[in-house]
């Protein structure tokens, strides 16, 4: 098959581009907007009681306004507002109220803070507004210029919190760091392939063609997520930025790289275009595939966040793996031996002297190399046991500059932390019954006595509107004495919160704890059924495409470990760097699956790199061990220089200003090294290397072209002579 896709790209090259070029314009025409979203809540099914909660609210409360914004008020000098200052923040919200741009909707001042510090304004949602969607973050940004007109001359300080701004400050730090990254990633590029092949337009091709394949990608994300309503998370950007050009980069690393090689043995361009995609394209297949299922196991989350993640991922190397194998050989074809210029070092047989040493010290010493390589991933692995995941998402998304995060900051001096987003709680009758003020009255107390709590709004009633109208449903509000996206504050909910809630509903009703912090606690739990299911379905089918790769069951078995202990020591090693190292109580409880996603798909791509090199090189009659030897001399350039590009891109993350990008940036870029320098030029063939011939049953991988007839041969059943006469 793929020697006859090297024929089609090498002779008609002009046809792919043209294909390439009318599919392209066709999808970004008519393709819709890729949005996403940051409300947590959108991710989660609906069996889970926080989202319970939140849809029991709309039921019973449909005309109530959500909190859209709170504006925080203090001094600028410090001091203690005074009746004047507080009469000006009434003043002003009164005058907001009457200039609100929509979806926003009402105004209403808060008195003084106890200490008189802080005073507060709540800024409403209109009903059935989105506090996350564009027109919220446009409503913000035009309160933010109408407050700064308002207070001018006033002693006044303000700022706005509140989840639509701190959507709007989310949205422009991953556009901020979506800018930072995709330069980095482009220059990174560029120097790389510069020092590797020393031609421009090498350098400037994958470019080009990613740039080309990035827009395809997102065009049909974009209708993916609109056909099957899948929920982006506002990273996907970012994200998608680095999995273009780091994989694509590798993937047109691997052409490259045959296609000089056939070039320094004397073929012509065109011939040699052809061979390597015959020769580079099985491997680049594969990986690619073993990459997008490992992507597409994500389907099974629970999390719509990663249901949309990994298809949108798996989409997108898909369209990258299309384009490797196509549109970059057409390229090459029409260019030839121009694509090198100015470097005449293709013409030159290769000395590889670092690589040839290692590869021939590998061959003689198997067991040495994988003692070594094997120890330090086990080590490290070591270090992943003391993993402690964190909820605290204070920092990875708004930077501690941005005006929510201040304004936040500014409100904890006068009031509890968690009165910038309070935890709702539902209160319903299960029999039809209406709810008592008794009833209510020793369940506000109950619940204001929890840990955790530092006070419980008024008693629900008909009058404040926090009891329905048909007085079966009331409303709670808690504040909590943390941070509501801290981890305290997660451990307060899940535990005594939630239990002093249900337990003081009284007998025939049901309570239910609501809220963004009840929300990120049951993504924790969700996240950790992921674990037990996602892991083991995307292992297993990995290892079902490596044995129908290599037609053997026991490679596959110790390339999977390999990449298991790959996964535990990029793990190990981002806990020694921000635990250990770095004082953090915690690391992102997104990490692993990032890690997962990265790490264990991208790991497999240089294990399938370097294991069909050495399969190959068994093929043309060389013993294992020195099969092995000659896989990493000719393998190895590749894998180090894919590996270089694709953990540099991922380092570029670092520089996204928050503390998941910087977390996630460290692992993924250590963990490609590890990928690259420890598992497939040491371990992978080495383990080969010691296990020999067995490392192929029950096939015959390793096999000449002159043993595979000899073994069809004796199989065959003899001719019977026929009698001349």
């Not at 012509?268 to 299922?293: D, F, L, T």
């Amino acid at each position: 098959m793929f020697a006859a896709l090297g024929r089609l790209v090498s002779r008609r090259p002009w046809f792919v581009v043209l294909a390439w070029v009318v599919a392209a314009v066709a999808i970004i025409a008519i393709a819709p907007k890729l949005s996403s979203t940051t409300d947590e809540s959108e991710f989660l099914p609906s069996h889970y009681e926080s989202i319970q909660a939140i849809n029991l609210q709309a039921k019973a409360f449909p005309s109530q306004n959500q909190t859209a914004a709170i504006i925080v008020f203090d001094r600028a000098d410090g001091r203690p507002l005074t009746a004047a200052d507080s009469a000006a923040v009434q003043d002003v919200a009164t005058r907001l109220g009457a200039e609100l741009n929509k979806p926003f909707q009402g105004v209403v001042a808060q008195p003084p803070s106890e200490n008189k510090v802080v005073q507060l304004a709540v800024v409403g949602l209109a009903k059935g507004a989105n506090g996350y969607d564009q027109p919220a973050m446009d409503a913000v940004k035009a309160l933010r210029s109408d407050l700064k007109h308002l207070t001018g001359g006033t002693d006044l300080r303000v700022g706005v919190t509140g989840p639509a701004a701190q959507s709007l400050d989310s949205q422009e730090a991953s556009a901020n760091a979506e800018a930072i990254v995709g330069i980095s990633t482009v220059l990174l590029i560029l120097l790389l392939l510069l020092v590797i092949f020393r031609s421009p337009i090498i350098a400037l091709m994958p470019i080009i063609v990613i740039g080309i394949v990035s827009q395809v990608a997102t065009g049909l994300i974009a209708f993916a997520n609109k056909a099957f309503d899948l929920k982006a998370d506002a990273s996907i950007q970012v994200i998608l930025i680095v999995v273009l050009y780091g994989i694509g980069t590798d993937y047109i690393l691997f052409f490259l790289f045959r296609y000089r090689e056939r070039l320094r043995e004397g073929e012509q361009s065109k011939s040699a275009v052809a061979h390597a995609v015959e020769r580079a394209g099985e491997a680049i297949a594969s990986a690619g595939g073993a990459v997008i299922v490992a992507f597409m196991a994500l389907v099974l989350s629970s999390l719509s966040i990663f249901r949309s993640i990994g298809p949108a991922l798996a989409i997108a190397v898909a369209v990258t793996v299309l384009a490797a194998l196509t549109l970059v050989p057409a390229i090459v074809s029409l260019l030839g031996t121009k694509v090198l210029w100015p470097s005449k070092a293709w013409q030159k047989p290769p000395a590889a002297p670092r690589f040839g040493a290692i590869g021939r010290s590998l061959g003689r010493h198997p067991g040495r190399y994988a003692l070594l390589s094997g120890g330090l991933l086990a080590v490290l692995t070591l270090f992943a046991l003391g993993f402690s995941p964190t909820f605290d998402l204070s920092d990875t998304g708004v930077p501690k500059t941005a005006e929510s995060s201040v304004a936040t900051q500014t409100l904890q001096k006068g009031l509890p932390p968690g009165a910038t987003d309070p935890t709702v709680v539902m209160l319903r009758s299960t029999d039809g019954s209406q709810l008592t003020a008794d009833e209510l009255s020793a369940f506000s107390a109950t619940l204001a006595a929890a840990d955790g709590v530092a006070s419980v709004g008024p008693v629900p009633s008909t009058q404040t509107g926090t009891v329905s109208k048909d007085g079966t449903t009331a409303l709670f509000t808690a504040v909590l004495s943390n941070d509501p996206s801290s981890d305290q504050a997660l451990a307060y909910v899940r535990g005594p919160i939630r239990t002093a809630a249900h337990e003081a509903a009284p007998e025939g009703t049901e309570a239910l704890v609501g809220g963004t912090t009840s929300v990120y606690v049951d993504l924790k739990a969700a996240m950790n059924r992921d674990y037990s299911i996602v892991f083991p379905v995307a292992a297993l089918v990995i290892m079902l495409i490596l044995a129908l790769l290599l037609r053997s069951l026991v490679a596959p078995v110790y390339l999977m470990l390999s990449v298991v202990l790959g996964f535990g020591a990029t793990l190990g090693a981002a806990v020694i760097v921000f635990q250990h190292l770095g004082g953090r109580s915690g690391l992102i409880f997104l990490l692993p699956i990032y890690i997962y996603l990265f790490v264990v798909a991208l790991g497999t791509d240089y294990n399938i790199l370097m294991i069909a090199r050495l399969r190959e090189e068994a093929r043309a009659g060389r013993d294992t061990r020195a099969a092995a030897a000659a896989a990493v001399q000719h393998a190895g350039p590749t894998v180090a220089a894919a590996g270089l590009i694709l953990s540099g891109t991922f380092a570029s993350l670092m520089l996204g200003g928050n503390a998941l990008l910087t977390s996630l940036g460290f692992a993924i870029s250590f963990g490609i090294l590890v990928s690259a320098f420890v598992m497939a030029m040491f371990f992978t063939p080495s383990l080969t290397a010691l296990i020999g011939h067995a490392a192929w049953w029950p096939g015959h991988g390793d096999e000449t072209p002159a043993e595979h007839d000899a073994r069809l041969a004796v199989h065959q059943p003899a001719v019977p002579a026929t009698d001349p006469s």
